[in-house]
């Protein structure tokens, strides 16, 4: 045979044999990333509770198939949201408040749908938000369950019911600061004391709100020390406080599959679990792999 026909029929018996092995393995949800190149690289902030998120998108990520570097406990905004905007980072369990700050230092937007809405705004071109989540990790206002029962408290403007003297208790800038007494008497009519607990919403403030020498303190409200010691988070409708719903940031580099898979993560994780999430970090000191793990399992996630 003429070597050229040869070759010509080598290559397209070549060809056909290529076709034949790509049509018979197509793309499925289980090895989703599996032609991924590129590895998703995924950060989280220098914080137990932020690291736990990242573990659940990396995890679900490699369970479908994606090649994942971690990038862990880099830092705080200062540290990280550079490395984000350079491309750097692909992905990034967020804060929607203090995200939007960082990029709109003079927004307005305080509840939570306005300051998503926002964001997807603000964000850099090469940037995205995926779906907010309606875990939060921000400040608000705690009673006890016991005074929360007491009073019929659901939401900070319930305060106005009270007819006894009210203390708050916090770090003793909180005093002067926008969501402090003049903040609770502009939005809600709400009065007042104040008495200096420094130690930021720790221990020292739980036993001052559980001993009553206080009665509303500023807490986190993904603390675990909130459902440790039964305490209540008052609803902030006014938004006297920032929302800080849990937000990722999301890079190109992040296709739309891996999207849906991280927006299925947002979804199911509400504010409780994320306080849950982080007692075991705290009381049980596990690693943030292993809570993950236990958490996409049980949800069904991996």
């Not at 104040?194 to 020292?204: A, I, Q, R, S, W």
């Not at 459902?227 to 580099?253: R, Y």
């Not at 979804?267 to 009381?283: G, K, Q």
Request: aromatic share 6%.
């Amino acid at each position: 045979m003429n070597p050229r026909i040869f070759a010509a029929a080598l290559s397209a018996v070549t060809v056909v044999a290529l076709t034949g092995c790509s049509t018979s393995n197509p793309l499925n949800d289980n090895n989703a990333g599996s032609n991924t190149t590129e590895s998703i690289v995924v950060g989280s902030q220098d914080y137990y509770s932020n690291e736990i998120i990242a573990e659940t998108y990396v995890q679900a990520l490699e369970a479908a198939g994606y090649s994942v570097e971690r990038q862990l406990r880099i830092g705080q905004r200062e540290a990280y949201l550079p490395e984000i905007e350079a491309g750097e980072i692909d992905l990034f369990p967020e804060y929607t408040g203090p995200a939007l700050q960082h990029w709109e230092p003079e927004t307005t937007a305080r509840l939570a749908d306005a300051v998503y809405a926002e964001l997807h705004e603000a964000v850099p071109e090469n940037l995205r938000v995926l779906d907010q989540s309606p875990a939060t990790d921000q400040d608000a206002y705690v009673v006890t369950r016991e005074f929360a029962d007491r009073w019929d408290l659901t939401t900070i403007a319930d305060l106005a019911k009270v007819t006894e003297p009210l203390t708050l208790g916090g770090n003793s800038e909180g005093e002067t600061r926008p969501n402090g007494p003049r903040g609770l008497k502009d939005k809600y009519g709400v009065e007042v004391n104040f008495t200096p607990v420094e130690d930021g919403g720790g221990p020292l403030t739980v036993k001052a709100l559980k001993d009553n020498a206080v009665q509303l303190a500023i807490i986190y409200t993904a603390d675990p020390s909130i459902q440790k010691n039964d305490l209540v988070v008052l609803e902030d409708p006014e938004g006297l406080f920032l929302a800080s719903n849990v937000v990722p940031l999301a890079s190109g580099d992040v296709d739309e599959k891996a999207a849906e898979i991280i927006d299925r993560i947002s979804d199911a994780m509400t504010a409780a679990e994320l306080v849950a999430l982080n007692a075991r970090s705290a009381d049980e000191k596990l690693p943030a792999a292993t809570i993950a793990k236990d958490w996409l399992t049980a949800k069904s996630l991996i």
